[in-house]
């Protein structure tokens, strides 16, 4: 076919359009004008507002699949199974006990992880949200609270379990600070694992990528996370306040400055991220 | 917008995935209230144009305006301007209708009544607390149609926007993205008869390059065609 370009008369088919006129199918409803586009200026949702409908769809989609906690506490449930048999021990405690129950919480987060996106990514909301007038913080920030809500469900549910089926000491005397330490942990697993999970879920092995991107960024929470927890699990464990004070300090300090640092980078490439 | 500029401006846009060129040295003006149609055959690049007049994917050469918005510059000053309709629905399968259009209504500062009003123009208020998942794919095109209207977008890109709906369904939908709804619109088709009569532009991609440019009167169905041959 021989190509044919030529400079469009400039007709006016649709003035007819602009008085309501136009050309609508038999039948048509004829009561057009609540459907007109509206010209500028528009009003574009607060933070707030666009935040909680990000966080409330979140948090529907789970409920209504439970994809991803009933998955992420089950497996960790599984694991310490696996440990009680495997480690041919009654109980763990100290060092121990801190990297199983730091290191089962880490694998059973990947799985959050990897999930964290993928109804967006297949269901096309990355685009519905990407036609919004609304700031990508807010979707890196929903992302992650929600990640976070998924992560205390999973400690609701780990957490006893493992005081149940390997733990030799009194969970009780190291609840306060093992609840301080897993908020930093999960802190840091939410920000560095929405940002893996972001790069992760737009390539055909995202199930393969995100576990290979997120063990080693999360190998300073672990290191954290497990030397703080450590001699609160020992069979003689420290009171709070000298834990506080001792060796736990700097390791909580580590924890915290990880989770500022991810946070100010995740916010940094986020809306990189989303783009094409 | 500039009153006296065009919806729509590009001239020499190109794109390609990778080392693959999907569209080359497209240019096309379109006027506010008038309605492009792209006919193609399928892999000729015309999802690929709508998603870069979207600002969902960035043009690797070229100059593309659109609402008075360089892109890709200039892209988040298209949001919420854009009522996009393509293939896939943009709602969440897990949700009811109205829970996946309070969503976007939200998004979109919208105010719930107008969620109200989209469900029954499309006609789906009755079904609309089911899961989108149980619903017939027509129904979910109804449902697509009233979240691209939601907002009251100014430029419609709608592709094959007719797909999996019955002649009645048609009938509701037309009135809020058809010609007199009075949008702004670039709607892909492979059908000249209703394409032509839709149409004050037409635009003919083959292989990712403009083939036919031309105001839908000079334009014939055979022409359209030869797209296809």
């Known amino acids: 076919m021989s190509a044919r370009t030529s400079v469009p008369q400039r007709t006016q088919p649709h003035v007819l359009k602009a008085t ?20 500028n200026p528009r009003v574009a949702p607060g933070f707030g507002g666009a935040l909680r409908a990000l966080l409330r769809k979140e948090l529907l989609v789970e409920l209504r699949t439970l994809e991803s906690v009933p998955g992420m ?72 609270l929600a990640l976070i809500g998924y992560l205390l469900v999973l400690e609701l549910v780990a ?49 393969l990528l995100g576990p290979l991107l997120a063990l080693p960024l999360l190998i300073p929470v672990v290191i954290g996370s497990s030397n703080a927890i450590s001699p609160l699990l020992a069979v003689h464990p420290p009171a709070l306040g000298a834990w506080l004070t001792g060796s736990a300090a700097r390791w909580l300090v580590l924890l915290a400055l990880y989770d500022l640092v991810f946070g100010l980078i995740v916010y940094a490439v986020f809306d990189f991220l989303l783009e094409d | 917008m500039e009153a006296s500029s065009p ?26 209230g008038q309605t492009l149609v792209v006919f193609g055959p399928n892999g000729s690049g015309k999802t690929t144009l709508l998603r870069v007049l979207a600002g969902l994917l960035r043009p690797r050469s070229g100059r593309v305006r659109v609402l008075g918005a360089e892109l890709p510059r200039q892209s988040w000053a298209l949001r919420g301007r854009i009522g996009w309709l393509g293939h896939d629905p943009l709602l969440y399968m897990q949700l009811t209708a109205r829970e996946n259009l ?88 492979h059908d000249p008869a209703t394409g032509l009569a839709e149409a004050d532009l037409v635009l003919g991609l083959r292989h990712g390059r403009s083939e036919l440019y031309a105001s839908a009167q000079n334009v014939d169905a055979e022409q359209v065609m030869e797209l296809y041959r």
Do not use: C
């Open chain 1, 20 to 39: 309501g006129q136009a050309r609508p199918l038999a039948g048509a409803r004829s009561e057009l004008e609540p459907h007109a586009p509206t010209a």
């Open chain 1, 73 to 144: 506490s089950l497996f960790a449930v599984s694991v310490f199974v696996v440990f009680h048999f495997a480690l041919n021990r009654a109980s763990i405690d100290g060092d121990l006990a801190a990297g199983v129950l730091l290191v089962t919480l880490l694998l059973a987060s990947l799985l959050g992880i990897n999930r964290l996106f993928v109804a967006d990514a297949e269901q096309g909301g990355f685009d519905g949200f990407l036609l919004a007038p609304v700031n990508p913080t807010a979707l890196l920030v929903a992302k992650a």
């Open chain 1, 159 to 207: 957490v006893p379990a493992f005081a149940l089926l390997l733990l030799g000491t009194s969970l009780w005397p190291a609840l306060p600070g093992l609840i301080a330490v897993l908020a930093l942990a999960d802190l840091g697993v939410a920000t560095a694992g929405t940002l893996v999970s972001t790069l992760a879920v737009r390539t055909r092995a995202r199930d």
């Open chain 2, 7 to 32: 919806a729509l401006e590009l001239h020499g846009l190109g794109r390609s995935f990778g080392e693959r060129p999907v569209l080359e040295d497209v240019s096309v003006s379109l006027q506010a």
């Open chain 2, 102 to 189: 309070a969503y976007h209504a939200r998004l979109h500062a919208v105010a719930d009544e107008r969620v109200e009003q989209v469900l029954d123009a499309v006609g789906m208020a009755a079904r609309a607390d089911e899961p989108m998942r149980e619903l017939s794919r027509g129904m979910v095109q109804r449902v697509a149609t009233a979240r691209a209207v939601l907002g009251r977008p100014e430029l419609l890109l709608l592709d094959e926007p007719l797909t999996n709906l019955d002649p009645g369904a048609r009938q509701l939908v037309w009135p809020l993205v058809g010609p007199g709804s009075g949008h702004t619109r670039v709607l892909t088709s």
